[in-house]
């Protein structure tokens, strides 16, 4: 077998497979030796027949396709895996054959692969820095969460709903007069001011009695998930069967020992103060490289091959598809509530897997341009520490490891050193 490659048009790479006249016969009686137990023929038991028998019968290409899936199969992945200094493939060839003779059979392969990044600037650039600080409130924030967690919840007869309320209630929605899949519950308990509903139900809930009856009107939002009620006037029947308010328990020290394991008030603030201003730093950090990565990307040229924009998507969709899961929805259940079918649904993480790939590719370049590496001593250090946190000695804790964990220390250590690269090499600025 001899080969050829050429780039191709949009990141795609032409392979030439060319096989002699010997090649195709020894395929052809490959072929017939691996299939010819599907062939009844009269006169002989099954699988016995010929191959000159079998040819007569059912036609001279009878193995061609066989032959030719076999030839492929046996050296393509050894042409790649050659080549792969050369170009990384990103996805499945399309195929085809271009020479079909007894002495000579051409097979043609054009595969996406991964695109060269031109990236005209990535230093000296005015890039935005996020910075994000932890107030007062915000830690008042997490301990009313702690106590509305541990709240006690009273029935409510005395007076008329209000925000904070649980109201237990029935509805039925109509567009136009007409029910509409989702619209309708029985004994539901809905937390006023919560915004779990779409904007306008809630707040004209509020002021209702036990046993009040009340027609809701409503817009549904014009970004709203279901294509059939977007933009839609709706009017929902109302009944609020039952209320309930939440009792909050009294702040002092033993309530927040119980609660959280702090022995006191103040020092669930500084426990909570450090994890939120933790939080605040990764989120800040997130957004800074963000930031570059967009400056950057921005004076970038590439064409992505539509394979890779469809593997994000793939991504994308399944990570949507186990969040469903944790709420113990299916996401063909979801579609059919929404009336969309799955290609329409991919189409709208299109915009966000370019994105996703073009900033993967750039890091990529910047990586490969720069010569960003992870020693293995920076290695040895993210392990050690790793271990320190499960009370391991390193080595003890290698022999647990994955060798994916290995690569993956590795790959973070390196995109860390790549964005210290950058901060360094970049004015950056933090927005008044």
Do not use: H
């Not at 001279?60 to 066989?66: A, L």
């Amino acid at each position: 077998m001899k080969y050829t490659t050429k780039a191709a048009e949009k990141s795609t790479v032409k392979i030439t497979l060319k096989f002699d006249g010997e090649e195709w016969k020894a395929a052809i009686q490959n072929a017939y030796l691996k299939t010819r137990g599907r062939f009844a023929i009269n006169g002989f038991r099954k699988g016995k027949a010929p191959k000159n028998v079998i040819e007569n019968t059912y036609g001279k290409g009878v193995f061609y396709e066989d032959a030719l899936n076999n030839l492929f199969n046996e050296n393509y992945g050894k042409v790649i895996d050659k080549e792969s200094k050369k170009f990384t493939v990103v996805g499945d060839p399309e195929v085809s054959v271009d020479k079909l003779e007894d002495d000579n059979v051409t097979i043609v392969a054009v595969v996406p692969v991964k695109p060269e990044v031109k990236i005209s600037s990535y230093t000296g650039m005015k890039i935005k820095q996020f910075a994000y600080t932890v107030e007062d409130a915000d830690i008042d924030a997490e301990l009313n969460r702690v106590l509305d967690r541990n709240a006690r919840k009273v029935p409510v007869t005395d007076r008329a709903a209000q925000n904070g309320d649980i109201a237990n209630i029935d509805f039925v929605g109509t567009v136009d007069g007409v029910k509409f899949d989702g619209g309708e519950a029985e004994g539901y308990d809905l937390t006023l001011g919560s915004g779990s509903f779409i904007p306008g139900f809630e707040e004209q809930v509020v002021g209702m009695n036990v046993g009040e009856k009340k027609d809701v009107n409503v817009t549904f939002p014009e970004n709203y998930q279901a294509e059939n009620l977007k933009g839609k006037a709706a009017v929902f029947a109302v009944t609020l069967n039952a209320l309930q308010a939440k009792e909050l328990p009294e702040v002092t020290d033993e309530f927040i020992k119980d609660a959280t394991g702090c022995e006191t008030l103040e020092a669930y603030k500084v426990k909570t103060r450090e994890k939120l201003e933790a939080q605040a730093a990764r989120r800040a950090n997130d957004a800074t490289e963000n930031s570059i990565l967009e400056a950057i990307s921005a004076n970038a040229e590439v064409e992505i091959p539509d394979a890779m924009i469809e593997r994000e998507i793939d991504s994308l969709v399944k990570k949507f598809e186990y969040q469903l899961m944790y709420q113990g929805l299916k996401l063909q259940d979801y579609l059919d509530f929404l009336k969309v079918d799955v290609t329409e649904f991919r189409k709208n993480y299109e915009e966000q897997a370019k994105k996703n790939v073009l900033n993967q590719l750039v890091i990529s370049q910047l990586i490969k341009d720069e010569k960003i590496e992870a020693t293995d001593e920076e290695v040895d250090a993210q392990i050690a520490k790793q271990a320190a946190e499960v009370n391991k000695t390193a080595e003890e804790y290698k022999k647990n490891m994955d060798p994916r964990q290995f690569d993956y220390i590795s790959s973070d250590i390196v995109i860390t050193k790549l964005f210290d690269f950058l901060k360094a090499n970049n004015e950056m600025y933090v927005e008044e």
